[in-house]
C-alpha cells in the first residue's frame, strides 16, 4: 500500500528537476535550465526525497551530487519523462506530418541483408515515420546505446563487461565466409592450399571486433601463413569494390553479400574448415521499454529473422529476396525466444 501510494504522489515536476538537478549537479543551474525559483527546485526536490523516504542528493560546497539511492532511480525516472515527452510529441504533430522518428543502431554487414525487408513490413504498418539508421562497429552501437542516441541496436553479443546494463536477444546466427569475384583464379579450384592467398588482396574486418576473431581462428585452422599485407575495412560497399575490381579474396559474414551471391557477382571459395557461425541480435538497454513505434520495428525484425532462420533451415533463399511475399503477410509478430 505504501508503495502504491508513492507512485500516485510523484508527479511529472518531481522527476523532471530532480532530473535537472542531477545533470547540472547544482539547483541553481538547473533553476536556470527549467525557468523557474531555485527554492522552488529545492522544495520539489524536497518533496520527492519525502515520497520516496530516501536521500537523492548530497549537498555541499561543490554542488549537488546524487546518492547511492539517487543514482539507481535515475534511469527509471529518465525513462519516465522520455516516454511521457514521446507520447506528447506524437499526440501534437500536425495532420500529415510524420508521426514519429525512430532512431536505431545496425552493423553494416547485416543491413543490407535485414533492413529491407523489416522496413518494407514495418512501412506497412506505420507509413508516417522517420527511421534514421546509425551504421557502426559493435562496439559504437553499443556505446551509443548507453547514451540513449539509439532506442536499440542490431548487433553481436559483446564481452560481459561491455553488456553491463545492455540485454541481448538472439535472432540469427551466420557464418564468416571468403568470397571473391566471379571467374576469379582462387574460384576455379575445388580445393585450395593455403599459399594461395599470398597472391591475392586480402581483406579482413576491422582489429578488434569479433568477425576479425572469427577470421583469424579460420586463417590459423586453414595453416595460412602470417599475412604480410592485408586490408581492414567494415564497410561492405568497400570490401565489395576490392573484391569486384582488385581480385581481393574478402572474408566477410555471409548476410552482408547475399545479394552479390545470389545473382553471381560473387562466388564463396570452397574453404577446408567453416567460419564459426556468429550470433546476431536485438541489443536494448535493460532499463528502458521500447516506444509504440520501436516496439513496431523491433516486432518486424524479429519477423524477418525467424523468416531467414525458416528459410535456412530448408535451404531457400533468404527473406531478403521474397520482400514482396514478406509484407503481403502482415501478421503479428511472434518474439523469438532469448
Known sequence: MQRSLADSRVKFRHLQCFLAV?????VQ????????????VSKTVAELEAILGVKLFERGRHGA????????????ASACVSALRQGVDLLARPEGAAAATLEIGVLPTVAAALIPPVLKRFAALWPRVIVRLATGANPE?????KAGTIEFAIGRLADPERMVGLSFEQLFSE?????????????????LPATSLE???VVLPPFGTLIRQSAESLLSAWGVPPLSAFVEVLSVSTGRALTLENDAVWFVPLSAVEYELAHGMLVRLPLPFAGTDEPVGLIRR??????????ALIDAVREVARLRMAAAAEGKPKPATKAKKANRTRGTATPTAR
Do not use: C, K, N
Not at 177 to 185: D, K, T, Y
Open 65 to 76: 551530487v546524487p546518492t547511492r539511492e539517487g543514482q539507481l532511480f535515475m534511469p527509471h
Open 286 to 295: 535493460s532499463d528502458t521499454q521500447p516506444s509504440p513505434v520501436g516496439r
Open 29 to 40: 543551474r538547473a533553476a536556470e535550465s527549467l525557468s523557474i525559483t531555485q527554492p522552488a
Open 199 to 201: 597472391d591475392f588482396p
Open 175 to 191: 557464418p564468416l565466409i571468403a568470397v571473391v569475384r566471379a571467374g576469379h583464379p582462387l574460384a576455379l579450384g575445388a580445393g
Open 22 to 26: 542531477a545533470q547540472f549537479g547544482s
Open 141 to 145: 552501437l553499443l556505446e551509443r546505446l
